[in-house]
């Protein structure tokens, strides 16, 4: 979904008129290899998340998601609340908001039991981080019990991200250590300190 790319004069700008529908396919799939390109396809096939993702994203920023169909093409467009004013989403929007917009869209999306996401906070203000925090306590959860649940793993540095409520949510960290040895569990380290304390 990036604007400014260092190739498009070499090899020409693929998404200039907006996503192909002969494309959708590859789209998918290199949603499926991690890249969130495909948030537009998903919406667009999907209203059930579409209508999640208009509803919180217009919530937050009084903006409406717009996906239009122009010459085969999806366009996607935002319009402000206010004014009225309509622009390319894919090229015209902060990048905060884009980023929001694909989170919210895979965390919503209740295909895959799994979810993993390397540095959800990149181009997040503090604020949204927290939001997005909020939305994903409300998703995360054992599928096996409950099918509108799915397991999240974040991989992140930010204070905003790790927001600790209980020793529930302690529990769930997982750190890694940079001589490269077995990742594991805060409470694991404090039993080995209390140990050397001893």
């Given amino acids: ?37 495909d948030t537009f396809v998903l919406l667009e ?11 919180t994203l217009s919530h937050l920023f009084d903006r409406k998601i717009i996906l ?7 366009v996607a467009r935002a319009v402000l609340g206010k004014t009225g004013a309509a ?26 039991d799994y979810l993993i996401i390397d540095e959800p906070e990149l181009n997040l203000h503090p604020q949204y981080q927290a939001f997005f925090m909020q ?18 793993f974040l991989v992140t540095h930010s204070p905003f991200v790790l927001d600790f409520r209980s020793v529930e949510d302690v529990k769930s960290v997982i750190s890694f250590k940079l001589d490269f040895s077995v990742s594991r569990h805060i409470f694991e380290f ?9």
């Fill in 87 to 112: 622009y390319r989403l894919d090229r015209e929007e902060c990048h905060g908001i884009k980023e929001l917009l694909v989170l919210l869209t895979h965390l919503y999306n209740d295909q895959h």
């Fill in 135 to 152: 939305e994903v306590r409300k998703v995360a959860g054992d599928f096996r019990k409950d099918k509108k649940k799915k397991i999240i």
């Fill in 190 to 198: 404090d039993s080995e300190v209390t140990a050397r304390v001893s």
């Fill in 45 to 55: 096939e999907r209203m059930d998340l579409r209508v999640q993702v208009e509803a």
């Fill in 1 to 37: 979904m990036e604007q400014i790319n260092p190739l498009r004069e070499f090899m020409g700008d693929y998404f200039a008129n907006g996503l192909a529908k002969g494309h959708f396919d590859r789209l998918r799939q290199a949603g499926l290899r991690g890249s969130g390109i």
């Fill in 68 to 74: 239009d169909w122009d010459s085969g093409n999806l």
